[in-house]
């Protein structure tokens, strides 16, 4: 069984896009009040006294949006500075990081995942649901400054909606042949938004690659990744592609991460709830910390059965509790 010790760690729910998939505009979202996020102090208390002590090394901040909390910058230093910390990183849909980027990879975050869904600038702001704005132009700012600063190699994730963006497929690829850029399919998921999925609103990976396959040829990567993508490139590219399927492909036994939401909610597996735990709760109750470790320690024995559990009960249609932004994606 893989060791679990990677913690993707929510910051906020909120987001400044409206991305169809994952928030649109007409969505109930029931945000977090600013007293039920844990605190900065919280999080740094949970992952010395809690996570670390159960082997997590590997930090990724994400959200909603992780450049919308306050402090960012602060608890990118102040987790980067804890000494078992090997490997921090963050997703972003970038809008802010033409103003962030340096101030973060000098408080010590040298990994990005930027999302970029579409190079044309009316797709892209269609896809993140703020047409008639400059968005794209902001983001393509954000994504240059955070190479120029020194995020090397930068990611870029893409999630292919057939009829929105497939004809993306190729000028995306293409970014990784010149620079050492990761481009990363990502198969839409059935939560978020519930009425844009149906059978036929995702693209296998292999379809993607296929469509790759016969533009520039395509071969398996000898960069292996720490997560769920299946690392490919174009023959001479600098940079690669990635294929993350969790729709056509089952990578629950390579699973190594348990996600943390903005308030508190430990989760072993995106898609059920079984087995969280109100971490929050816990704390502010004063619940000892080696009481709350000892309750991590018994679902993270369980997790390989959590896993299974929504794949086993068919169950890959729904729509599930919580949106991606609100569970951290
Ligand atoms: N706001 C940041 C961003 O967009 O990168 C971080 C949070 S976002 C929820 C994390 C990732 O989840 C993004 O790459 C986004 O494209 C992806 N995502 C959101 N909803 C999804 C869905 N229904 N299926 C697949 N990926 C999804
Ligand atoms: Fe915001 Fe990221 Fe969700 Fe888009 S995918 S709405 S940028 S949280």
Not at 131 to 145: A, D, F, R, V
Not at 277 to 306: C, G, M, S, Y
Request: charged share 25%.
């Amino acid at each position: 069984m893989n060791q679990v010790d990677y913690l993707r760690i929510s910051l906020i729910d909120r987001c400044n896009f409206r991305c169809q998939y994952c928030m649109p505009e007409e969505a109930e979202l029931n945000y977090i009040l600013r007293q039920d996020l844990l605190t900065h102090e919280e999080i740094i208390t949970l992952l010395e006294t809690v996570f670390i002590p159960l082997g997590f090394r590997k930090f990724r901040l994400t959200g909603g949006e992780p450049l919308l909390r306050p402090g960012v910058v602060e608890l990118v230093k102040d987790i980067a500075s804890l000494s078992a910390t090997e490997d921090l990183s963050m997703t972003t849909n970038g809008y802010l990081l033409a103003s962030l980027a340096e101030d973060l990879y000098k408080a010590g975050l040298k990994r990005i995942n930027i999302s970029l869904d579409s190079l044309n600038s009316e797709t892209f702001n269609s896809i993140i649901g703020r047409p008639k704005s400059n968005l794209w132009q902001h983001t393509w700012l954000g994504i240059k400054t955070a190479y120029e600063v020194g995020f090397d190699p930068l990611k870029l994730n893409v999630v292919v909606i057939p009829g929105v963006n497939e004809k993306e497929i190729e000028p995306l690829a293409e970014l990784s042949i010149n620079r050492n850029w990761h481009i990363r399919f990502i198969e839409f998921m059935p939560i978020g938004n519930g009425d844009l999925f149906n059978d036929k609103a995702w693209i296998p990976s292999e379809e993607i690659r296929e469509t790759i396959r016969q533009k520039w040829g395509l071969i398996e990567s000898n960069i292996k990744g720490n997560g769920p993508a299946d690392i490919f490139q174009i023959p001479g590219a600098k940079g690669t592609l990635g294929f993350i399927s969790q729709m056509s492909e089952c990578f629950c036994d390579r699973c190594n991460r348990m996600r943390l939401s903005a308030d508190g909610l430990l989760r072993p597996c995106l898609l059920n709830e079984t087995g969280q735990i109100d971490l929050k709760t816990l704390l502010r109750n004063n619940v000892k910390t080696t009481e709350i470790k000892d309750k991590v320690a018994q679902i993270l024995a369980i997790k390989p059965e959590i896993n299974y559990k929504e794949r086993d009960s068919g169950n890959n249609t729904g729509n599930y509790g919580r949106t991606m932004s609100q569970i951290g994606g």
